[in-house]
């Protein structure tokens, strides 16, 4: 626990308590993840920092439980993850997302409710109270009836953001989500980033910007296929250790 955690998660730390420990994850021959332990908890915006080829998509991919791991084990309130939960929402890299798909604002944040509906049954009334809480919460009324190919980049952010908020997800894991963003759309998904955690959610992204880390974040972790260093943005965003993460310099990893 650090000082920056939230108040309403101090109690019940465990509870909400995301545990990585040992993560191993194989691809081929290579390892992209090789021995990444941390934990976190609710409350708490996390940047997942590293240079290309890090894994860092590989981790946040992990953790939602869509990839197969190697080794180790990812424990989300004492439950290992193994697979799809409801409870943990991932995000993907906008370039990954077909947007010339034929679908509206609306329809994308329905999809966050099919996994509680089961895919065939009706909405109930909590399921349609749910999908209009995410879409006011999101700002995007006015835009419930737009296709996704006609959105700006930070209106298409907001969408999945809606989608995990109707799924009802504790945990936010974001790739890359500022990228492409004009100024206006990176202070506004900034500000809806802090808000999804101080109400107690846990957000971890994929962050690239160094310059706008220490406004956002509570924690850092630094990867390198393992874990250079991870805790409040104060002790581990120092430069050895980012020169230690990037490979600047002849800089000595720290073990651990």
């Known amino acids: 626990m650090t000082a920056s955690s939230h108040p309403c998660c101090a109690h019940h730390a465990h509870h909400h308590e995301l545990l990585v420990e040992d993560l191993r994850v194989r691809y081929r021959e290579t390892f992209a993840l090789d021995g990444v332990s941390f934990a976190t908890s609710c409350g708490s915006c996390v940047a997942l920092i590293g240079p290309n080829g890090a894994g860092k998509s590989t981790l946040l991919k992990a953790v939602a439980g869509l990839l197969p791991v190697t080794g180790g084990r990812i424990l989300w309130r004492g439950t290992r993850v193994a697979r799809w939960s409801r409870e943990i929402a991932y995000l993907p890299q906008r370039e990954e997302v ?103 959610r846990l957000v971890i992204a994929a962050h690239h910007e160094l310059e706008t880390v220490r406004g956002l974040y509570d924690e850092v972790l630094l990867l390198r296929r393992r874990a250079i260093a991870f805790g409040p943005v104060d002790e581990v965003f120092r430069d050895p250790l980012l020169d230690a993460t990037f490979g600047r310099k002849e800089a000595a990893c720290p073990t651990g």
């Open 98 to 200: 077909d947007w010339r798909f034929p679908i509206t604002v609306e329809r994308v944040v329905r999809m966050g409710r099919y996994p509680q509906a089961g895919w065939w049954r009706p909405f109930s009334r909590a399921d349609e109270a749910a999908i209009n809480r995410a879409i006011e919460l999101m700002d995007l009324s006015a835009l419930r009836r737009r296709q996704i190919s006609e959105l700006s980049g930070g209106q298409q952010q907001r969408v999945f953001l809606a989608r995990a908020l109707a799924q009802e997800a504790h945990v936010f894991l974001l790739d890359e989500p500022f990228t492409g963003l004009d100024r206006n759309a990176k202070a506004t998904l900034a500000a809806t980033l802090r808000r999804i955690a101080t109400e107690g």
